[in-house]
């Protein structure tokens, strides 16, 4: 039987997590003593594991003080989370798109910056956790857009490159597709824009969830 696998970035493509990342940026900043980095260009940074993303933050870091700046992220993460004050609200549509992937036999994986708490976190919060098979994170794979979350996805479930695409809104999740051999779908709604996801080799951006569904197949 043929394993037919689609695989969602997290941030920016099935939840809205900005808010909270800017937050959790500028309070471990603060605590390092450094000057709160750019909101527009954390932004632009998420989708990649928090050492590389700090590392474009602070290029004036040495790898001591990368070290600290993830550790005081984290904290701060794990404190809004504790208070109830994190909100990652899912996108318009994600929960029945998703539903009706799964129902028409589509494998569903997810392939993110995310730590493994994280996205195990904002799947149960929102009631998504029984629909996906693979899930890969920062925490274990090299960031992205090394192809190694994407290669892992494929060899828990058999599935082969050209039945396998990957759906995300950052040129990181185009890359990494492209290096792994497989599909590409970008989406608008994310943090990237259109023209940065088909320059990068995205065979198509989704404006809407019924798009995002015609182009996946």
């Excluded at 599935?159 to 990957?166: F, I, K, R």
């Excluded at 759906?167 to 970008?186: L, N, P």
Aim: proline fraction near 5%; hydrophobic fraction near 45%; glycine fraction near 8%.
């Amino acid at each position: 039987m043929t394993v037919r696998l689609a695989v969602f970035d997290c941030d920016g493509t099935l939840s809205d997590g900005q808010a909270g990342v800017v937050r959790a940026m500028d309070t471990a900043f603060a605590e390092q003593g450094l000057p709160a980095p750019d909101h527009h260009t954390v932004r632009r940074i998420v989708g990649l594991s928090l050492p590389q993303a700090m590392r474009e933050l602070a290029p004036q870091a040495d790898d001591d003080a990368v070290h600290d700046l993830v550790d005081s992220y984290k904290a701060a993460f794990r404190a809004m989370r504790a208070d109830g004050s994190l909100k990652e609200p899912l996108y318009d549509g994600i929960p029945a798109l998703l539903a009706r992937l799964h129902a028409k036999g589509w494998t569903l994986g997810v392939a993110t910056g995310k730590s493994d708490r994280g996205l195990a976190s904002t799947l149960a919060a929102n009631g998504l956790t029984h629909l996906f098979g693979p899930l890969h994170t920062a925490d274990r794979h090299p960031s992205k857009p090394s192809p190694a979350m994407l290669q892992a996805a494929m060899d828990d479930c058999l599935a082969a490159p050209e039945n396998t695409v990957m759906i995300g809104d950052t040129v990181y999740d185009i890359v990494m597709a492209q290096s792994a051999g497989v599909r590409a779908i970008g989406v608008n709604w994310g943090y990237h824009e259109v023209d940065e996801l088909l320059n990068a080799g995205a065979e198509a951006v989704a404006t809407s969830m019924a798009e995002l569904e015609e182009m996946i197949g």
